[in-house]
Structure formats: C-alpha cells, structure tokens
C-alpha cells in the first residue's frame, strides 16, 4: 500500500501522463484547483482506485470547481 506521499507524486504521474503535461504544469493546476487538498481529504478512497480511476476523479473535480468559480 502507498503511503500519503507517494500516493500524491502517484497522482501527479498519472495525470501528467494521461493529459500529455509537464510535471510543472500539473503542479500549477493541482494547486490552482486545490487537488492536494482534494487528495488529501479523499485519500482513503481514492488509494484504493486505479490509474484511470484516480485522473477521472482528479478531472472531475477540476470541471466541478471550475463551473463553480
């Protein structure tokens, strides 16, 4: 099982793969819409996702608090 940590740079990695970024820009966008706080209140669920799983959640949350902004 990964702990918190490494579970936060797991994320940065699929995400950065699975929507073609840099490192940089990801981390500009997980700040930007609060994804590290997201993945930190989420934690217990979202560990238990696959990659795939993980980026849709990430995305989701990104569009949610995008149309909310």
């Known amino acids: 099982m990964l702990n918190y940590m490494e ?3 797991y994320c940065i990695e699929e995400y950065r793969d699975a929507k073609k970024l840099t490192g940089r ?11 590290f706080d997201f993945i ?7 560990h238990t996702f696959g990659g795939d799983e993980v980026v849709w959640n990430l995305q989701d949350y990104i569009e949610h608090r995008h149309i909310s902004s």
Do not use: T
């Open 25 to 35: 820009q990801v981390i500009s966008l997980f700040n930007k819409y609060g994804l």
């Open 40 to 46: 930190e209140n989420s934690y217990d669920a979202l």
């Open 7 to 9: 579970f936060v740079i």
